[in-house]
């Protein structure tokens, strides 16, 4: 039982790493329908941001704001070159397109970083917690308390500012918000810049608990919040968060179980379970769009 | 540019012709397994472009298609001792059935959904590629497999197993030039330009989408049993995301619903990093990169790809260029909803 619950403490940490990769991502296919490729790549990018300021010695804070930063600048750069150009074309168009923004930045990654795993700096200390018969890692409830914060803060940001209202307004009809005067390009821009962010900051701590950082992060990304956000119903902001924490602790499950090779397998089953049961997800938001 | 029938026979009769004479032409080893590489990942950029040119869904894993088909290929003519030809067609059977099993799930939702599940598809393949011993061999893979041939005559040397591979080529484009140009085609491509409208008046859609991915896995499964017999080696490193990536690239930088640009994608994306692997070793890391730049490139200003569907490209970017500075509508209306 002691075993069970540390174990879904676990998860519940690395879960809510999820779902904070998975926000940006459903967010930007909620207003656009467009499956996010470069999402990974970004957050890849930015974990190597943070790996850097960490090593040149900027205050551990510091480094990981500023890398969240970079992941704003990033996705905002890769929303104008790459996506808004093609953003009325057949939807076919701007996946092939968000796929190559996504080949660069991993390339331009590989060649800056090198190919090789790095390990990543324990910024919170990983020390037993005992409380009664459980030992939790405080690295864990840490994460945990640092990921469900941002959420919070996002979820106001979405639901209680003007910015938020906005927002919805352009997920529900993206010519009736323009033709009511919402300035449609600029709350794209901020969406992504908004999934940029939060997406670093989930990658760094991904980064964190799992010790490495690595090229491959970007696709693995990808398909962690893919399957994260299908799980609790694409394009559904507490669906992603949901979604997150019961990926996370089904692959905790798994490990424990199977053992460590079949962590990522989780995801992909996830997926073509998620497809094959529920299209729509668990929480059922949105409807997934039948053709 | 082939514009007509008569053109793209002609072009066709070149390329093969320049085709067959090289191995005689080139001495060495090196020319002639460029080419049959070339011809190998035409085939998989044809399977690619059936699904994502013609029919315009997006698949990313085509490589663990080609890797069902090649150790499919492989066992049956190495422990089951089928000769090469029978062993090639069950490669692409298997292949589209296992391509039509995954795509019916999928599709009965937005083909948006196939790109995830493809991927994760291909992961899985190589997983189970790896870790089956019993089956696979594991991570060594199937070595020793025998050589292609055909009633007992068996393909020996460089040019011998490129006139066998030439040929199969050939007949495949040929079957998809006359699939595409058919009924079926038709269907395909109005799925592609307007799915709404295509179910309004009466096109079974997921039916033809089914259709098309099992062709496009059927067509992968054959290159792939073509890979593995020419190398006499079958890995899993053979068939990975990366691979899949690539063939994407190819059908789209060739250009999407072509059939001379499928093999020209091939051509540029086999070609090019084999000239610069030995004078320039950064260009080979930054390869996805400069590909990916591409890709963004050609998806703003030829959605096509280069040989794409269409006015020749030459007319196109004059055209483009002409319509932009009257302020025109772009080109290619059928890609701009």
């Not at chain 1, 469900?148 to 906005?166: D, E, M, P, Q």
């Not at chain 2, 997921?206 to 991915?213: I, P």
Request: aromatic fraction near 8%; proline fraction near 5%.
């Amino acid at each position: 039982m002691a075993y069970a619950l540390e174990q879904l403490s676990n998860g519940l940490a690395i879960g809510s790493i999820y779902a904070l990769i998975a926000l940006g991502y459903s967010l930007v296919y909620s207003i656009l329908n467009l499956i996010n490729f470069a999402h990974g790549y970004v957050i890849m990018v930015g974990a190597f941001v943070a790996l850097s300021l960490l090593q040149a010695g900027v205050p551990p804070a510091f480094a990981v704001l500023l890398a969240c930063l970079s992941g704003v600048a990033i996705a905002v750069v890769v929303e104008r070159v790459a996506y808004r150009p093609v953003r009325s074309s057949n939807r076919i168009v701007p996946m092939i397109s968000a796929l190559g923004a996504g080949f660069v930045l991993s390339s331009l990654a590989q060649l800056i970083w090198g190919p090789e795993v790095h390990p990543f700096p324990q910024l919170i200390p990983r020390v037993p917690l005992t409380v009664g018969a459980l030992t939790l890692s405080s690295q864990s409830v840490v994460i945990l308390a640092i990921a469900i914060g941002l959420v919070l803060a996002a979820s106001w940001f979405l639901h209680r500012t003007k910015f938020g209202v906005a927002a919805q307004c352009v997920r529900q009809d993206l010519e009736a918000a323009r033709l009511v005067g919402i300035p449609v390009n600029a709350v794209i821009v901020a969406i992504y810049a908004l999934g940029g962010f939060l997406g670093v900051a989930g990658g760094v701590l991904f980064a964190m608990y799992f010790n490495a950082v690595f090229i491959q992060m970007g696709l693995l990304a990808t398909t962690k919040a893919w399957a994260a956000a299908m799980l609790g119903g694409i394009g559904s902001f507490q669906g992603a968060f949901w979604g997150g924490l019961i990926l996370g602790i089904a692959e905790t499950g798994a490990v424990a179980t199977f053992g460590a090779a079949y962590r990522d397998g989780v995801s992909l089953a996830v997926i073509v379970l998620v497809l094959l049961l529920r299209p729509n997800g668990l929480f059922g938001a949105r409807l997934a769009e039948r053709s | 540019m082939a514009t007509g029938p008569a053109a793209s026979r002609i072009g066709l009769l070149v390329a093969v012709i320049v085709l067959a004479l090289a191995p005689v032409i080139l001495p060495g080893r090196f020319w002639p397994h460029i080419l049959s590489i070339t011809l190998i990942y035409a085939v998989f950029a044809l399977g690619q472009n059936v699904i994502t040119g013609w029919c315009g869904m997006l698949t990313l894993g085509q490589a663990g298609f080609a890797g069902v088909g090649a150790y499919t290929s492989a066992l049956l003519t190495k422990d089951g001792g089928v000769p090469w030809i029978f062993a090639f067609l069950a490669a692409g059977a298997l292949s589209g059935v296992a391509g039509a099993l995954l795509a019916i799930p999928c599709l009965r939702v937005k083909s948006d959904f196939l790109s995830l599940v493809t991927i994760a598809f291909n992961q899985l393949f190589f997983v189970v590629a790896n870790n089956w011993m019993d089956l696979t061999r594991g991570p060594m893979g199937i070595t020793g497999v025998p050589g292609m041939g055909l009633f007992g005559w068996t393909a020996r040397g460089p040019a011998q197993q490129l006139w066998l591979m030439l040929a199969v080529v050939v007949l495949l484009y040929i079957g998809v030039g006359r699939l595409t140009a058919g009924p079926i085609g038709r269907a395909w491509n109005m799925i592609r330009d307007d799915e709404t409208a295509a179910g309004a008046v009466g096109v079974d859609v997921t039916g033809y989408k089914v259709l098309a991915f099992a062709t496009g896995s059927l067509l992968c499964g054959l290159g792939g049993s073509l890979y593995g017999h020419y190398l006499q080696l079958v890995s899993p490193d053979m068939f990975k995301l990366d691979d899949s990536l690539l063939m994407m690239q190819m059908a789209i930088l060739g250009g999407l619903a072509s059939l001379p640009g499928s093999a020209l994608g091939a051509l540029l994306m086999v070609l090019i990093p084999e000239m610069l692997r030995s004078s320039s070793p950064w260009l080979i890391t930054l390869r996805p990169g400069i590909a990916g730049a591409i890709l963004v490139i050609l998806m703003i200003w030829r959605p096509h790809g280069l040989l794409g569907t269409g006015v020749p490209p030459q007319l196109a970017i004059a055209g483009h260029a002409l319509r932009r500075a009257f302020g025109l509508k772009p080109s290619h209306p059928e890609l701009r909803s």
